[in-house]
């Protein structure tokens, strides 16, 4: 059971550059969230999904598109990146939106720094 | 909206002193949930508890244990006994119950504690 998968681990971009981040999850959660931890500002949810098709923006959107073309994935993808992008990002799920299901699981982040 | 304040940016104690880590929230909701997550050196989020707001009685958990309060919107986290391995990032997050929420969780600002031998 591999729950939340992310890759890569690390990356260093160059200003200007594109990447996606990837995210799987095996658990048919219908909700993913991506957020990012920046040094002492707790995590700030960037885009989220409620299934397949469906996605909106969070609170710190710009720079990042998203898509979910399946329940299992939900990347991530910096378009044109700029040093403030330099964060850890972590993508996360859960089952639904049922009360009692809404602890989150967490992938171990993805560490990217845009020099 | 909704905001939390973890006030303590960072805290430092001594192997086996009892260490209280302060969650202030704000919320219009009446229904919602707060959280506790541990965050190890090595970086991954550890869930630790999930509290709703019905639900005021305090728990513990071994050396954890938890004080909610509805009447000063707190929900503080106490590790008695500290050791070197609760040394960590500590995050309290809100998450509001409400149809259009969809399960976002709101962090505090996060309270680096440091345990020494």
């Known amino acids: 059971n591999a729950g939340v998968t992310q890759t890569p681990k690390f990356r260093i971009l160059k200003i200007g550059q594109s990447m996606t981040l990837q995210c799987a999850q095996d658990?048919?959660?219908?909700?993913m969230y991506w957020y990012r931890q920046d040094p002492g500002m707790g995590l700030k949810l960037i885009y989220y999904?409620?299934?397949?098709?469906?996605?909106d923006k969070g609170e710190v959107p710009n720079g990042y598109n998203v898509s979910r073309s399946t329940t299992e994935d939900f990347p991530l993808r910096l378009e044109l990146a700029a040093p403030s992008q330099t964060s850890v990002y972590f993508c996360a799920s859960k089952v639904g939106a049922e009360p009692g299901a809404n602890v989150l699981t967490f992938g171990a982040g993805s560490r990217l720094t845009v020099l | 909206a909704q905001k939390v304040t973890q006030a303590q940016t960072e805290i430092s104690v001594v192997e086996k002193e009892d260490v209280t880590l302060d969650c202030v929230y704000e919320?219009?909701?009446?229904?919602?949930?707060l959280f506790w997550y541990k965050q190890p050196p090595s970086g991954e989020l550890v869930f630790l508890i999930r509290?709703?707001?019905?639900?005021?009685q305090n728990e513990i958990s071994g050396r954890y244990s938890w004080n909610f309060q509805k009447s000063t919107s707190s929900f503080n986290f106490t590790i008695t006994a500290s050791q070197v391995v609760d040394s960590a990032v500590y995050f309290c997050?809100?998450?509001?119950?409400?149809?259009?929420?969809?399960?976002?969780?709101?962090f505090g600002q996060g309270t680096i504690l440091t345990v020494h031998p």
């Open positions: 919320t219009r909701d009446t229904t919602y949930y």
């Open positions: 999904s409620v299934g397949a098709g469906i996605t």
């Open positions: 509290r709703n707001s019905f639900d005021e």
């Open positions: 997050a809100l998450l509001n119950a409400g149809g259009t929420s969809y399960g976002k969780l709101t």
């Open positions: 658990m048919n959660h219908n909700y």
